[in-house]
């Protein structure tokens, strides 16, 4: 009896699953393995900074001249925990007898909440014009003459 179940009457066809899965399964893995050869990973090499001990970075600190330009045209310079205020025009005298009296001259721009964008940058011009390479500018907003 071909084609017929023990009842009599016509076989039904099944679909078997496992082979299905098993087929998915290899083309799954073919495209993945494909798709990675396509692909050259790449890379650089990072050199990460090396943390230095608190002592060291107080003293930087210290060293560190900030200027803060506030709304009205006026810098504040603060040196070694002293604040003055300084005209724009006495910026560039000063940091250059700061870089003659420095080893290491590191110069931090910041400044209030009001203060003109272009002041930030005639302040960052004299810098430059004082031939000082470490400079970074503050991004928190602080108050006036702090």
């Not at 003293?59 to 603060?78: A, I, K, M, P, R």
């Not at 070694?80 to 000063?94: A, F």
Request: charge should be neutral; aromatic fraction near 6%; charged fraction near 25%.
């Amino acid at each position: 009896m071909t084609g017929n179940d023990s009842s009599g009457g016509p076989k039904k066809a099944r679909i078997e699953i496992i082979p299905l899965i098993d087929v998915i399964f290899f083309l799954l893995a073919t495209f993945i393995l494909f798709t990675l050869s396509l692909e050259k990973i790449q890379s650089l090499p990072v050199e990460l900074p090396k943390a230095a001990p608190p002592s060291a970075a107080t003293s930087q600190e210290d060293e560190t001249v900030t200027l803060q330009v506030s709304e009205f045209g006026n810098c504040y310079w603060t040196h070694r925990k002293t604040t003055e205020l300084i005209d724009v025009s006495d910026v560039r005298p000063r940091l250059q007898n700061y870089k003659a009296n420095t080893a290491d001259p590191r110069v931090l721009i910041t400044t209030d909440d009001r203060a003109k964008f272009s002041l930030a940058i005639r302040v960052l011009d004299e810098v430059r014009l004082a031939d000082i390479d470490k400079v970074s500018v503050e991004t928190r907003v602080r108050t006036t003459g702090r």
